[in-house]
C-alpha cells in the first residue's frame, strides 16, 4: 500500500536548543491526533540523536538530510549512513537540488549513498526535479526520467519498494512559486509510468512520490487531492509548527 508521507526538510536552520523545541512543540501538537499520513523531520546531523530522544518517534519519522557516499573511514567531516541510523533516525534526504547544484552531487555518489542508505536500514527520500531553462525547453520530463535511471534503476526490486521520491522543480524551491497541482499531476504520473516500465505496476504504485517546491498551508490541500501527489516535503513552512500541522492536515 502507497503511503502518504508530509516530510519537513529543516535545511541549515534551527541551533539544537531551537530544533527541539521544534520536534517537541510538533509532537505535541500531534499528540491524539489521527493523522491520513506519515510525518517525517529533517533536521541537522547535530539534531538526530536529540531530537529522535525527545520525541515519539512512531509518531514523527527522523530523517538526515545527507550521509556519506562512503561506509566509513579517513573522510573528514562526513557522516556515515550507519551513523546516522544509530542515532535513531529512519530517514535520509538524498539528492537534494541544493546538494547537487552547490555541493556537484552526481548520479555516480548519488547510488553510493542509496545503497548505503538502504544497507544501515534507511529508507531513502530520493529528490529529482528540473532547473527553470530545462521546464521552459520542455524537458522537464527527460531530467527526470535520467535522474532515476542513473542513481535508482541497478537496485533489486525489493531494494527500490523502500525508496521515497520527492519530485521538486528547481525553479519552485524556496522561490515561493509553486507548481500547480495539475503541472504537479501531469509530472507525478510520467515518473510512475518511469518506474512501472522499469519495476512493474505493482512496486509503481506503490511508490511514494513527494511533491516539493513552496508547499504552504494554502496550496497543500490541491497538491494533495492529486492521484500521484502522495505528500509534500517541505522546506521553509516546516520551520513553525504553526505552518507545518496544516500541511499534515491536508489529507
Ligand atoms: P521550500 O523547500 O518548501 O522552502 O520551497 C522545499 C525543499 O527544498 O525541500
Redesign the pocket.
Known sequence: MRKNIIAG?W?MNTTLSEGLALAKGLDEALKGKTLKCDVVIGTPFTHLASVAAAIDTKRIGVAAQNCADKDKGAYTGEVSAAMVASTGAEYVILG???RRQYYHETSVTLEAKVNLALANGLTPIF?IGEVLAEREAGKHFEVVDEQVRTALFDLSPEDFSKIVI?Y?PVW????GKTATADQAQEIHAHIRKTLAAKYGDVIANDTTILY????NAENAKDLVAKPDVDGG??????LSVEKFLPIIEAF
Do not use: Q, V, Y
Not at 519552485?172 to 522561490?175: H, L, S, V
Not at 516535503?233 to 516546516?238: C, D, K, P, T, Y
Open positions: 526538510n535545511k537534494h537540488s541544493e529528490c520527492a521538486e519552485a524551491i524556496g522561490t516539493g517546491g513552496s508547499m516535503l517541505i522546506g521553509g513552512a516546516s
